[in-house]
């Protein structure tokens, strides 16, 4: 599976933007696909998660500003991100693990591929 991010940019705070990773090669039922952020100087933080086949999950106080989707179609995963504030600033990730469970989705250490990053930059 190979994943590649776009999207990022720069964006006053209270805009919004939309993320996508497009997922290369084979995909399967029980893919999830999680996006992560890195802000500078900080670890990296999870943002939430969206099963292939259904069910999202988001990390922390993401849900509600943010919103994550999928087209099987295009084989596309989608991080909605909107009332976006200054310390939302961060290269944001997408990764893909498989068969994990709601209380594993929010480690890194359990997803295999990652796409490059795109950077969002809110100013304020």
């Known amino acids: 599976v190979q994943l590649q991010a776009s999207g990022g940019g720069l964006v006053q705070a209270g805009g919004s933007l939309r993320l996508s990773c497009v997922v290369s090669g084979r995909t399967f039922s029980d893919l999830v696909m999680g996006w992560f952020r890195q802000a500078p100087g900080k670890e990296r933080e999870f943002v939430g998660a969206?099963?292939?086949?259904?069910?999202?999950y988001y990390g922390g106080n993401m849900k509600g500003r943010f919103s994550i989707s999928r087209d099987k179609a295009k084989n596309t995963v989608y991080l909605q991100m909107n009332s976006l504030k200054p310390e939302d600033t961060a290269v944001y990730y997408c990764?893909?693990?498989?068969?994990?469970?709601?209380?594993?989705?929010?480690?890194?250490?359990?997803?295999?591929?990652w796409g490059q990053g795109t950077l969002v930059t809110v100013s304020s």
């Open positions: 990764a893909a693990g498989a068969r994990l469970i709601v209380s594993s989705m929010n480690d890194e250490r359990n997803y295999k591929n």
């Open positions: 969206i099963r292939w086949t259904a069910g999202t």
